[in-house]
Structure formats: C-alpha cells, structure tokens
C-alpha cells in the first residue's frame, strides 16, 4: 500500500509537469520544483524503505498530495473549459520569431543601464560597509540586513533593491541572447553570478536558471525522450548548484574561501550533504514531522501565511494584530522545538505549508494554486515580448521560492519586482509624456 500510494503521487506530479509543459505554462517551473523536492525523493524514500518516521506518515504523506494533485487537475481542466487558454511559451515564441526584439531596443538599452547602475551602487555600499568584497559573508549579510518598511533615501536602502531589480531584469540574457548581443547577455549573467556570490543569497541566481530554462523550452516544445533525460541532467546540474552556494556560506569571509578552498574536499561535503537528505532534498522531512505530531504545535491549522498575504505591504506593528506572525518563523520553532525562537525559519515545501497552514483542509488550496497559475500566465502574456522575458525571470524564480515551501517569501519577491518593473516602464515612458502634454498645454 505504501509503495503503491508513494508510486501514485510521484505519476500524478510528473503527469501535473507534462500537462503544463504542452501548456506552456509558467507554472510549470512550480511543479517540477515539487517533483524534484518531494514527488521523487518521497517515492525513492519509500522505495529503499529508509523511513525516519513510522510508515502511516508516509502513507498520509501520499495520500495528502494524491488528493492536493487531484483537485489541482480538476481545477486547471475547468479553468481550461471556462477561460481562455494561455500558452506564454508559444506567445514568446512566436514574438521571437516575427522579429519584435527589434522594436526594443530603447526598452532594453534603458533596462539594462538601470541594472548596472543599480548594482554599481550595491557594491559600493557593500565596501563602503566593509571596506572589501573580500571581506563580505552570509553572516554579516543577515545581521545587517534592513526591513523594507523602514529604509530610507541612502546608499545602503537603495542597495536593498539590487536583488529585485535583478529579479526585474533577468529577462534580458534571454533577450540579449536572442539579439545575438552576447557581451550584454554575459554581462547580465555576470551581475546575477557577481550578486550570488557576494550576497550568499541562493535564491539570486533563480534568474539565470530560468532564463536558460525558457530558452531550452521555446527550442524544443514536443517533448521526447532525448529532452527528458537532458531535463534531468538539468534538474541535477541545479542541485548541485544550490547545495554549493550552501556549502559556500560555511567558509565564512570570501577571503578565507579563497585561501581554504579545495575541490575535492568541496565535492565530498557536498554529496555528503545530498547523500543525508541535508538542505533543499530534505524540506520534505519537515512536512512528514507535522504530519506526524498531526499539527500539534501553536499558531497551526489557522492559515497564518494566507492571512499574511492580504496584510502584505502592512507592517506587522501597524496592522492592529490582524497581520500574523512570520509563519516560517512558526514553523522553525515547531521542527526546533522551542518556540522562544524568533530567528530561525523552515520551509516544508508547497505541500507541507498548506498542510501546516489549515491541516487536511489544505487540499481545497489546490484550486487557489490553479487559479493563481492562470492569473500569472495572464499577467505574462498581456504584455510585450520583452516585459514577458521579464515576467518570466520574476514569476519563474517565485515559483520555485514557493515550491520549497517559502510561499510568503515567494509572492512578495515576485509582486515587489513586478512592481518595481512597472515603475521603471512608467519613470522611462509616462513622465516624459506627461511633462510633453503639461508643455503642449501651456503653450496653447
């Protein structure tokens, strides 16, 4: 029974990822991020029978996604049937293949100078804040680290927004690459890298993954057996990545990297790390613990995460208690045990948050998350080519944010960088109109 429920889910997932894909959904990238982090390992973890809790939490485990799976499928065929279906991968395709990049040059040259110059002032308050890059670690970058709702106008706060404009324009190596303007597109590459490596932050080089993601979709759309497997060396490649950027925290200073490093020693770490179910693969352990204490922990089954989205750009102090807690946060304290803690935070991938957030309940969540990949998909594909490459490199990199689980993280990264998009496209284009009309106005 365990097996075959294991067995089910993972099809189910791989089924989810198939259909989008035809699709050309953006969502697609959600759905491969919950087949690498749970659909695979959970059904390998039952297969090979290495079980850290009793088997009953494995089977609810499956049977828990089975039923969140199901209801997603049902939802997205109705939504199909009611609405216009969005395929933003064909939209870009044929964009690219009329020849429209050419049509932006102005918006990507603007685009472009915005980022350099946005990340030319990072690094300055970065020396400025520690008198070397070199001197810069993941432990500093987190003590130091400002809140939104209280920046002001210096270098540090603007700073601060280095990492969404880089969410904002990571579109541009896909478009630069396909203007055949290589330099500008390494160069882009080279600033989302630059940042990576400087800030520690993992998540800063979600755009880079889902540019080359994006393009290796719009090449090959009919999905074969040859396509799957480089998917899947892909998948790996991405891992890898992500547990080195982990493993390149715990050296501290880039100084004391530079001088201690040693590959193989690295390497071993690394696997060491893959081998022990250690980060990302292992998120998947926090949800089966809550299934396993059945939610048994303060400030569960209420919905804190969705409560928190409404109350979104609302700082806690000023919300009159309706803003919950940060329940990442909560949620920390429950896998630690000790919910004195106000620092440490965990993420139980997708499913284990709305498990945490309204317990067996958290199925009929499945069709908030198909409602919400046809919005996303809208939002994508009415706009123009370049802004779509954009949207991508935003809303990609916050699918994958909120399939590990950081489902609050993720939505307010990808709304503030869409907004932040927005204001570029109006500073660049609406104010100078609007100051030409004020003049017209004048003169007539």
């Not at 089924?15 to 959970?42: C, D, K, Q």
């Not at 049509?103 to 990507?108: D, L, R, T």
């Not at 802004?387 to 939505?411: A, D």
Request: hydrophobic share 50%; with cysteine; glycine share 6%.
């Amino acid at each position: 029974m365990n097996l075959i429920l294991a067995f089910i889910q993972f099809i189910l997932i791989f089924l989810i990822v198939m259909i989008e894909y035809r699709n050309g959904s953006v969502v697609i990238i959600l759905w491969a991020t919950l087949l690498v982090m749970f659909g695979i390992p959970h059904f390998v973890a039952v297969l090979t029978e290495t079980f850290i809790y009793p088997q009953y939490v494995y089977i609810y485990a499956s049977i828990f996604v089975i039923l969140f799976n199901l209801i997603y499928l049902l939802s997205r065929f109705i939504l199909k049937i009611m609405f216009r279906n969005y395929n933003v991968v064909n939209s870009i395709r044929v964009g690219i293949n009329n020849n429209t990049l050419n049509m932006m040059n102005k918006e990507s040259g603007r685009i472009f100078k915005t980022l350099i110059f946005i990340f030319s002032v990072s690094i300055i308050s970065i020396i400025r804040e520690y008198g070397s890059i070199l001197n810069t670690s993941w432990g500093a970058f987190y003590s130091n680290s400002i809140d939104i709702y209280e920046i002001g106008f210096n270098i540090k706060s603007i700073s601060y927004f280095t990492k969404y404009i880089i969410f904002a324009s990571g579109g541009l190596l896909t478009y630069f690459f396909y203007k055949k303007q290589y330099v500008k597109s390494f160069i882009v590459a080279g600033i989302i890298l630059s940042n990576v490596i400087i800030s520690r932050n993992r998540i800063m080089i979600l755009p880079l993954f889902t540019s080359v993601i994006l393009m290796y979709l719009l090449k090959y759309r009919k999905l074969r057996f040859k396509q799957i497997i480089l998917y899947g060396v892909f998948g790996f490649f991405i891992i890898y990545i992500v547990y080195a950027l982990r493993l390149f925290r715990h050296y501290g200073d880039l100084r004391n990297f530079i001088s201690a490093f040693e590959f193989s020693q690295f390497n071993q770490r690394l696997f060491e790390m893959l081998l022990n179910n250690d980060g990302e693969l292992g998120l998947r352990n926090v949800f089966l613990y809550f299934i396993y204490k059945d939610n048994n922990f303060l400030n569960f089954n209420k919905g804190h995460t969705y409560l928190r989205l409404i109350f979104m750009f609302i700082p806690t102090k000023y919300s009159f208690g309706l803003k919950p807690p940060d329940f990442a946060i909560t949620m920390g304290s429950a896998w630690l045990g000790d919910f004195s803690n106000t620092r440490f935070s965990t993420h139980p991938t997708l499913y284990g948050d709305v498990f945490a957030n309204f317990y067996w309940f958290g199925i009929i969540l499945a069709i908030f998350w198909a409602i919400f990949a046809l919005i996303i998909d809208r939002i994508i594909i009415n706009n123009c080519l370049l802004k779509q490459l954009n949207y991508i490199s935003i809303f990609g990199s916050m699918y994958v944010i909120i399939g590990r689980g950081s489902v609050y993280n993720g939505i307010f990264i990808g709304v503030l960088s869409a907004i932040i998009l927005n204001i570029i496209y109006f500073i660049y284009y609406k104010i100078p109109l609007i100051k030409f009309k004020k003049l017209l106005k004048r003169r007539t």
